[in-house]
Each structure stands twice: as C-alpha cells, then as structure tokens.
C-alpha cells in the first residue's frame, strides 16, 4: 500500500508561484505520478502527470506555467507552479499508479486571490 502525503498549499496573490510536493512511503515504483484538481462544483481534471521513464505532459491551462519534477532518492514528487490564476483554486490531488493499483492523496488547497 502506497500512502501519498502532499504539501505546499496556501493562499497566494495572481501572479505568484507555489511549489507542491507529494511524498510517498510504502513504495515509489510507479508508472506514472500526476497531480489533479478540483474547483468548487467541477469534476477533477489532469493538471500534470510524470512516468517512470520521465516523460511529462499538462494541461493545456497550465502549459507553460507549471513544471512537474521527481526526486527519487526522496520519493517526492513536486508541481512547481508559476504565475498563477484566480481560476487555479482548486483542491490539489496527487495521484500514484503502478502495478498494485492506483493511490491518491488527501489533497491541498490552493487558493489564488488578491
């Protein structure tokens, strides 16, 4: 069992950056780690995902403004995201996929507003 405990979250002004991380214990095999979201009344989305091989792709509303990364020797995987938009509020997921199933974490706020 993989327990994905993220962090980061916060309250942030239009235009600036927060950096997420989702750390994993039990095991960091995966195939793919990917962050999602959901705003207030949506369904999650895709925000950015990561796989084992590296290979990245985003959202098209974050292309260009957000930057998935993993640090294997800490089992951590981040979302580095920059100039930020009121429409980026959501409650942040991380998501960990690999051969004994699919994990998700508890979630963590962002907020971006002046």
């Known amino acids: 069992q993989v327990q994905l405990v993220e962090s980061g979250g916060g309250l942030v002004q239009p235009g600036g950056s927060l950096r997420l991380s989702c750390a994993a214990s039990g095991s960091f095999n995966f195939y793919v780690m990917g962050w999602h979201r959901q705003a207030p009344g949506k369904e999650r989305e895709l925000v950015a995902r990561?796989?084992?091989?590296?290979?990245?792709n985003y959202a098209d509303s974050v292309k260009g403004r957000f930057t998935i990364s993993r640090d294997n020797a800490n089992n951590t995987v981040y979302l580095q995201m920059n100039s930020l938009k009121p429409e980026d509020t959501a409650v942040y997921y991380c998501?960990?996929?690999?051969?004994?199933?699919?994990?998700w974490g508890q979630g963590t706020q962002v907020t971006v507003s002046s």
């Open positions: 990561i796989t084992s091989d590296g290979l990245t």
């Open positions: 998501k960990h996929a690999s051969s004994t199933g699919v994990n």
